[in-house]
């Protein structure tokens, strides 16, 4: 017998509201673009929505709470709630649990099965509980509708889900489910309806990125480098860039073609997680200090002006306070542009939960503020090696002050600009002159006489 609710008028109007990573953006997309197909339409900001889809993230501490105090703020003053749909990666780690907690959730739906969507928003309306976390990845992009008319000048494209490396610290291979590369030919479809939609730079996204392998249209095993320098021959598409990446899977020719690959942006999201060997191992990271070392020293040999950001974990199970110091050793040595950085929380199932030696909270605060100053630092001395600097920006957002536009530099820095004859979508040589921590300002250069 499923579990039922009362039965709701099918929903007119719906909002999708996207939390976490970039993935979950571009998930949020193609929720909003199918449900649009369908008939329904989107809710103007501040308005009631019949339907609200929650695309939830799992990787921070305390995930599942933030989304039971979400749905409780979505009740009306009048008693009355919309149906409410929970996607993402809480939805795949807690399942049925969430409808037995809650009686004001309609929907469950993971992050393979949210195509279902339609028949589960049919199910909630004639008042059965309505859960799907199967896990058909592929089946999701054949079952989407192709991209929508409009998309952002930047824009995400997934190439890759999952993941098979089992960190032992990371739900993402429980929640995302097994590494699966979606094929060549989807991607090359989907990339062109993006820049014949307006994008000018695309990224491409994965849990693992760099270990997207496929066949391209010829037969032939291609890689990453393969990807990219394909997607480089579109016209009208200016940048690619691509993410999150895991050190191992850089190969010899992702790397050369950073080297050569001038729409291949100078920027590598590479995260290492610990500067130190055992704590390495204890997290089954499979890298080593010297090999990803090694990597960096190659992709800046490629390309010697890349950026370079990164992901840390601080208090892992067991950290010592030398082993702590040998992360800021680590990042000394490679002098990210902009890191991540944590304190460890354990979440259930995964392995490092149950490990001896769980760091006390205040010796985790004390090592993330630590190593936060120092990425800090170098963060704002990368943006002011900047200063006095020429480099083409693209135009993204809108600033907040009149006429003022915000473009990124190949490096991924925000710069604003404010020049009342350009648009968004346009890319523009700048002198960056001056910088903050965070962003920089810059004037268009000249141009030269012709
Ligand atoms: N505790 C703290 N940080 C984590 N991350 C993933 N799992 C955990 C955890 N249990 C961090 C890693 C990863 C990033 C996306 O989130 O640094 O690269
Ligand atoms: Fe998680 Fe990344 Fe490790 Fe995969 S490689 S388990 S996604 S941290």
Redesign the pocket.
Known sequence: MPATTSPKPAPQTFRVKSFG?QMNVYDGERMTEMLAAQGLTQAGEGVDADLVVLNTCH?R?KAAEKVYSDIGRLRRDDGSRPMIAVAGCVAQAEGPEITRRTKSVDIVVGPQAYHRLPELIAKAAAGEVALDTDMPAISKFDALPARGRSARVSAFLTVQEGCDKF?T????PYTRGAEVSRPWGQIMDEARALVDAGAREITLLGQNVNAWTGEDDKGRVQGMDGLARELAKLGGLERIRYT?SHPNDMSDGLIAAHGDEPKLMPFLHL?V?SGNDRILKAMNRSHSVDSYLRVIERVREARPDIALSG???VGFPSETDAEFEDTLKIVEQVRYAQC????????PG?P?ADMDGQVRPEVMDERLARLQALINRHQVEFNAATVGRRTDILLERKGRHPGQLIGKTPWLQSVHVTVPELFIGDMVEVDIISAGPNSLAGEPSRRKAA
């Open positions: 990573c990787i501490e960190c610290y990371c739900v993402v999150t995260p997680q992901d840390f974990i991540y950085s944590f304190k460890y929380s354990p979440r995964t490092a």
